[in-house]
């Protein structure tokens, strides 16, 4: 059985992973939109269609050569560990390898396009040994075919384990067939990004597509949500607030990608309900008799001598250790276990680049 310390490290590390990669999309999108310009175009989760007639979503989206030629980025926060799993993820990425439609240029249709697949530097010897056993199969072998790329990345901390640091981006495997990116991705080093352009990057955007973990998004609703029903005549106090409510204002505090051809949504009212759902299980907030939609949202939320980051995480641990120890003991668990991921105004951007 996981210690408590252990459950809470992998609490802090799945919140952690999430928003560094919420960074590496800013930073991919802010490197492809910088002068010269990389690309000529570029969309966060455009719509398209492929030749399967299925609708897809990637993260992010790029035309170059007078918009003929495609990029497609898919991110990922986490890998499952299982091999089945990773394989089937691997193989999902088929539904990107078939020509599209809908394309931001004249005729929503390129020459070609590539694909990205961007991880953390931790799971790219398992991604990069799935993605050699899946391309073996004659449907997948574009996996092994020029147009398809792994990039990895990790955020570098500096001595002494505070948190000032800079990003890394390297290219693992494969190569894209656009040659301006590729001189900057095959650098020996890997596209670095100094501390101060990381304050810009976390400061641009807050979610992916891809589903937070329930801890990320309890911290965000606390740290930038919650307070903004506070009644500048009380200090503190209980407020009854709806999901609908918190929803709605939500939107407002993270708004959609500056594109006026595409609708994005950053929060997702289902991720929101499911931490108010874990913050009802872990105390933190009430709820009204009879009123489902409704929360008893205590302002200030939480009061904490370390870091919010932590008291949640550790208030998450104790609770999936106090499940696991019930029902080990073969009783029924008197706590709900709470579903969760698997726990794995400085300068601007250009001017790192110039």
């Known amino acids: 059985m996981l210690s408590l310390l252990t459950l809470q490290?992998?609490?802090?590390?799945?919140?952690?992973?999430?928003?560094?990669?919420?960074?590496?999309?800013?930073?991919?999108?802010?490197?492809?939109?910088q002068k010269p310009l990389v690309v000529d175009y570029v969309g966060i989760?455009?719509?398209?269609?492929?030749?399967?007639?299925?609708e897809i979503t990637p993260d992010t989206v790029a035309l170059y050569d007078s918009r003929t030629k495609g990029l497609i980025f898919e991110l990922k926060w986490s890998f499952p560990?299982?091999?089945?799993?990773?394989?089937?993820?691997v193989k999902e990425l088929k539904k990107y390898a078939v020509p599209c439609s809908q394309w931001k240029n004249s005729t929503g249709r390129v020459d070609y396009h590539d694909i990205v697949l961007v991880c953390h530097i931790e799971d790219s010897g398992r991604i990069l040994t799935a993605i050699m056993e899946v391309a073996k199969e004659q449907t997948y072998d574009f996996l092994k075919a020029d147009g398809f790329a792994v990039w990895t990345?990790?955020?570098?901390?500096?001595?002494?384990g505070e948190r000032r640091e800079h990003l890394i981006l390297s290219c693992a495997h494969g190569q894209t067939r656009n040659k301006?990116?590729?001189?900057?991705?095959?650098?020996?080093?890997?596209?670095?990004?100094?501390?101060?352009?990381?304050?810009?990057?976390?400061?641009?955007?807050?979610?992916?597509?891809?589903?937070p973990p329930v801890q990320y998004?309890?911290?965000t609703l606390i740290q930038h949500v919650f307070s903004q029903f506070q009644d500048p005549k009380r200090r503190s106090g209980v407020y009854e607030i709806t999901t609908d409510m918190i929803y709605e204002k939500a939107k407002i505090l993270f708004p959609p990608w500056k594109q006026p051809d595409v609708k994005t949504i950053q929060i997702r009212r289902r991720w929101i309900t499911e931490a108010l759902e874990a913050m009802f299980a872990l105390r933190i907030i009430g709820r009204p008799v009879?009123?489902?939609?409704?929360?008893?949202?205590?302002?200030?939320?939480?009061?904490?001598?370390?870091?919010?980051?932590?008291?949640?995480?550790?208030?998450?641990?104790k609770?999936?250790?106090?499940?696991?120890?019930?029902?080990?003991r073969k009783g029924r668990p008197r706590v709900k276990p709470i579903k969760f991921e698997p726990h794995p105004k400085v300068k601007k951007l250009d001017d790192f680049f110039s």
Not at 45 to 54: A, H, I, M, R
Not at 292 to 313: G, N, Q
Request: proline content about 4%; glycine content about 2%; overall charge positive.
């Open 180 to 211: 301006t990116l590729e001189n900057m991705m095959q650098q020996p080093t890997g596209l670095i990004l100094p501390e101060e352009s990381l304050t810009y990057l976390r400061s641009s955007f807050s979610f992916i597509r891809e589903k």
């Open 153 to 160: 990345w990790i955020i570098s901390a500096a001595r002494g």
């Open 81 to 89: 560990f299982k091999e089945e799993l990773l394989e089937k993820e």
């Open 319 to 328: 609770h999936e250790l106090k499940v696991t120890q019930r029902v080990a």
């Open 290 to 317: 009879q009123k489902p939609e409704s929360w008893l949202v205590p302002i200030p939320a939480l009061k904490t001598r370390t870091s919010i980051e932590h008291t949640i995480c550790k208030k998450l641990a």
């Open 217 to 219: 998004t309890m911290i």
């Open 9 to 33: 490290q992998d609490y802090i590390r799945a919140y952690r992973r999430y928003a560094d990669t919420v960074a590496v999309l800013s930073a991919i999108y802010h490197i492809l939109k």
């Open 45 to 54: 989760e455009t719509k398209l269609k492929n030749d399967y007639g299925n």
